[in-house]
């Protein structure tokens, strides 16, 4: 792919055929990952309703969560698609030198990504309409716009760029940000399609119980599936326009 632009439908479409390449190169990363999601997701389901935490509070621990269970095999993925490196299991990712920044960086995201969202939620509730409508959508309208102006971020800290920076990230990601909205967008519309029905599934069952256990390890596939072809997406996004991530400070 030549540097300079963004084809939306090209990367998506790479994405989704890149997936199967990953997943025999790393299989034991992403079944481990897998495994672990859905750990999460059921000690999650059994023990927050217990502790009584409020709403927002409990949000932000699975987000949280969330992020860090999905790092190790992001970088895996983001590694492979760009240094054409193959890490053997889930804890080789964690030693990566660039593991760290990723994580930290990661964990940063999902905080104000959250905080966006439930700011905007909670103020719409308090402000009546149209004006409480229209701050909801402020809200969600800048967490996704901080989304797509750091998105080449994430590829650039797993492969160990020495311009990998955030203000870099944001300049490299200038003029591409439809581009890049409607890649992640084409990529993530099967995932959410296939995740409501299963979502609502789920609410309706105990979460120890086989079904709910079963229903839990259904969507930490489609979980790990989502972030993987995402990852794959945004290094080929990457690949195409992150050119002064790539050089040092």
Do not use: N
């Not at 930290?104 to 104000?112: D, E, I, P």
């Not at 901080?146 to 990998?164: E, K, Q, Y």
């Not at 609410?203 to 259904?218: D, K, N, Q, T, Y």
């Amino acid at each position: 792919m030549g540097t300079g632009a963004i084809d939306a439908p090209e990367i998506a479409r790479r994405a989704f055929e890149d997936a199967a390449p990953c997943l025999r190169a790393m299989p034991l990363v992403i079944l481990d990952t897998v495994l672990l999601a859905t750990l999460l997701s059921v000690a999650s389901a059994a023990a927050l309703p217990a502790l009584q935490l409020s709403a927002p509070f409990r949000a932000l621990i699975e987000v949280l969560l969330t992020a860090i269970v999905l790092a190790p095999m992001s970088v895996a993925v983001y590694r492979f698609v760009l240094l054409k490196e193959m890490t053997p299991r889930l804890g080789d990712a964690l030693r990566a030198p660039s593991f760290g920044r990723f994580l930290r960086a990661s964990l940063v995201v999902s905080f104000l990504t959250l905080a966006g969202y439930l700011g905007g939620a909670l103020a719409s509730e308090a402000i009546a309409p149209p004006l409480g409508t229209m701050v909801f959508f402020f809200a969600f309208a800048a967490t996704t716009l901080l989304t797509v102006r750091i998105a080449l971020l994430f590829p650039a800290l797993a492969s160990g760029a020495p311009g990998a920076i955030w203000p870099r990230a944001v300049a490299d990601s200038a003029g591409h940000g439809w581009r890049i909205f409607f890649a992640l967008a084409l990529c993530s519309i099967p995932f959410l399609f296939a995740g409501l029905p299963l979502d609502g599934l789920s609410r309706e069952v105990a979460p120890l119980r086989p079904v709910g256990m079963i229903l839990s390890f259904l969507a930490a596939i489609l979980e790990v599936s989502w972030t993987l072809v995402l990852a794959i997406a945004g290094a080929r996004m990457y690949q195409a326009v992150g050119l002064r991530l790539r050089k040092p400070l």
